[in-house]
């Protein structure tokens, strides 16, 4: 047993050289998805079961995107049929309502189970880190990972030189940001890259054009979920999450499918 001036000495000894064992370990990784989202998590769980090394990295410390607020505050999602089936894989309870087609989740529990389902499948998430550069070849242009710091370095406003991630897939699977696509086409602008920016509500086509959307960017980098709709100027959807969920099932196929062949 440890005297009590030694434990303080242990704990931080532990947190230390295990988060650093973490890092170390995936420095190098098949794919990093930036964002925790509900695209960025679906997409986790399906590319860690096919057996990729998969890191999820988020600047909060906490998980689910925009999913916690549900619409407006009040704590619930709606998620069509089409849905059905990723909620089942991940354990997700839901509602029927009396609008034949159309479920309603509580949003606690498509957070919790989102991030579960992740990492049972064997994705880590990672809190509190901001990527805030992108690591880029050419010819012929590339992604081949991610530059990153502490989330507090970034909001302390300090000037401090970044660490790097490598990755053979990168997911921008930030949101109405789309934080990566907007560094890759403010840095790189002879790549040509356009953001057209997201459109106001149009629930129906959102729901369906996110995801005809969804896919590679350029070799390397690929989008999801809002993301989707700032890159190619497609209409938002509110608190329905199938798109969100059939985004990140559709980008886990594509960037299995190039990993495969790479």
Do not use: C
Not at 39 to 68: D, H, N, P, Q
Not at 75 to 80: E, P, Q, R, S
Not at 158 to 170: E, G, Q
């Amino acid at each position: 047993m440890v005297t009590s001036l030694e434990l303080e000495h242990l704990i931080s000894k532990l947190i230390v050289s295990e988060a650093s064992k973490d890092l170390i370990d995936h420095l190098e990784n098949d794919v990093v998805i930036v964002g925790a989202g509900p695209s960025g998590l679906t997409a986790a769980k399906y590319l860690a079961e096919k057996g990729f090394k998969v890191v999820v990295l988020e600047k909060r410390l906490s998980y689910g995107g925009g999913i916690g607020g549900g619409g407006s505050l009040f704590h619930k999602v709606v998620v069509d049929e089409r849905g059905l089936e990723i909620l089942r894989d991940f354990r997700i309870r839901f509602n029927e309502t009396n609008v034949e087609g159309y479920y309603v989740v509580d949003t606690a529990e498509l957070m919790t189970r989102l991030a579960a389902g992740a990492l049972d499948a064997g994705a880590k998430i990672i809190f509190g880190i901001e990527v805030e550069d992108l690591i880029i070849r050419e010819n012929p242009w590339r992604v081949l990972g991610v530059v990153f710091l502490w989330s507090a370095i970034k909001i302390a406003g300090l000037h401090v030189d970044p660490l790097f991630m490598m990755s053979k897939a990168t997911i921008d699977a930030t949101g109405h940001d789309a934080a990566l696509l907007n560094i890759l086409a403010s840095k790189n602008k002879d790549i040509g890259l356009v953001i057209k920016g997201e459109r106001s509500g149009f629930a129906e086509r959102s729901e369906r054009d996110v995801v005809e959307y969804t896919g590679r960017v350029i070799p390397g980098l690929y989008v999801v979920g809002m993301a989707v709709a700032a890159l190619h100027g497609l209409y938002r959807m509110g608190p329905i999450f199938t798109g969100m969920l059939l985004s990140g099932r559709k980008v886990a196929e594509i960037v299995s499918q190039d990993l495969r062949k790479s």
